[in-house]
């Protein structure tokens, strides 16, 4: 894509650094190099503000990720590249069935309404929750893991979406400030909103989150 593109040696391509690790490897298969711009702390997509402050006369190009079923600003990353004479490409989920989405955004809706003591994401228009992200306050990732442990063990499935952004890689690290993109691999937790859920197991997901509270102990 970036090759056919004309993307290639000396260029530089902004990426996100928040998953998505293939991105960053196509830019490194095609010649050129990634430079990684933090995250919007809503959507997870990239930051439009953070990729313009990235573009130096070297960058060619930008790839937008849509994310969890969010998607990207695409029109002013677009107006970002008219100024800039850049390339704007999207990197987009697997499309689900209307009705899968529809079931999705119920259980969603019910999770938003129920849960206490985490941050619920910020739905926005279109929101499908290919995955439904909480953020666990607290002291970072040891209480986020803690809170995913004590969840786990009451009999709930639920996984750290991202556990360590691109740009902390060893093959890809870099001296670079992304504190949205730490702070989300550090809080983020995702919880089933799956089509085949009941309404007994959506009951169980909220009793096991609730049951904790949210904010643990401080971990030391």
Do not use: W
């Not at 870099?174 to 799956?194: N, Q, Y």
């Amino acid at each position: 894509m970036l090759r056919a593109a004309g993307v290639g040696v000396g260029d530089e391509v902004v990426v996100p650094a928040f998953g998505n690790v293939e991105v960053a490897e196509a830019v490194i298969l095609a010649g050129a190099l990634p430079v990684f711009a933090d995250i919007d702390p809503l959507t997870y997509c990239l930051d439009a503000g953070a990729v313009e402050a990235a573009v130096t006369p070297r960058t060619a190009a930008v790839v937008a990720v849509h994310r969890f079923g969010r998607s990207a600003d695409i029109a002013r990353l677009h107006e970002i590249g008219q100024r800039h004479g850049l390339l704007v490409l999207e990197q987009g989920e697997s499309e689900a069935p209307y009705d899968e989405i529809a079931q999705r955004r119920q259980r969603a809706s019910y999770l938003d309404a129920k849960l206490k003591g985490v941050l619920t994401p910020d739905g926005g228009d279109g929101h499908t929750y290919q995955q439904y992200v909480v953020r666990v306050p607290g002291n970072g990732r040891p209480d986020r893991d803690a809170f995913a442990r004590a969840v786990r063990a009451r009999g709930v499935e639920c996984r750290v979406p991202v556990k360590t952004p691109v740009h902390r890689l060893p093959e890809f690290r870099r001296c670079v400030a992304l504190p949205e993109t730490e702070r989300a691999a550090d809080e983020t937790l995702a919880l089933p909103v799956d089509a085949a859920l009941t309404k007994r197991d959506m009951q169980r997901i909220v009793s096991a989150c609730n049951a904790l509270g949210g904010l643990l102990q401080p971990a030391f």
